[in-house]
């Protein structure tokens, strides 16, 4: 069984950083393109950032360039979202999955709240 699970999210003021992680079990995502994703009650799901694993090649939506950075673990199968100077409008779900994202792999997500 695919499972994946965010944690690492919390409560910081604008400003602020956060390193939420994704733990990835069930299958290799060493050859696959891994992603981030944001939900809020006020914003759909959105592709953050996504990642071709073997190639190292990441792409972020703009409103988050020079911010966020994604990172591979050093434990097999995680994934980190390195957040710096963070804003009241990041607040949101953050969620991993693979680019496109497979419905059945969704997981938790981990709660990021940032206050001005």
């Known amino acids: 069984e695919v499972q994946m699970v965010e944690s690492g999210g919390g409560m910081v003021q604008a400003g602020g950083s956060l390193r939420p992680s994704c733990a990835v079990s069930?299958?290799?995502?060493?050859?696959?393109?891994w992603a981030w994703y944001l939900q809020s009650p006020v914003k759909e799901r959105t592709l953050v950032v996504r990642l071709r694993w073997m190639a190292n090649d990441a792409f972020y939506i703009d409103s988050v360039k020079g911010r966020f950075t994604i990172t591979k673990g050093n434990a097999k199968n995680t994934i980190y979202l390195q957040m710096n100077s963070l804003k009241p409008e990041d607040t949101a779900t953050y969620f991993c999955?693979?680019?496109?994202?497979?419905?059945?792999?969704w997981g938790q997500g981990t709660q990021v709240t940032v206050s001005s």
């Open positions: 069930g299958l290799t995502i060493l050859y696959l393109t």
């Open positions: 999955n693979e680019d496109p994202p497979e419905d059945d792999y």
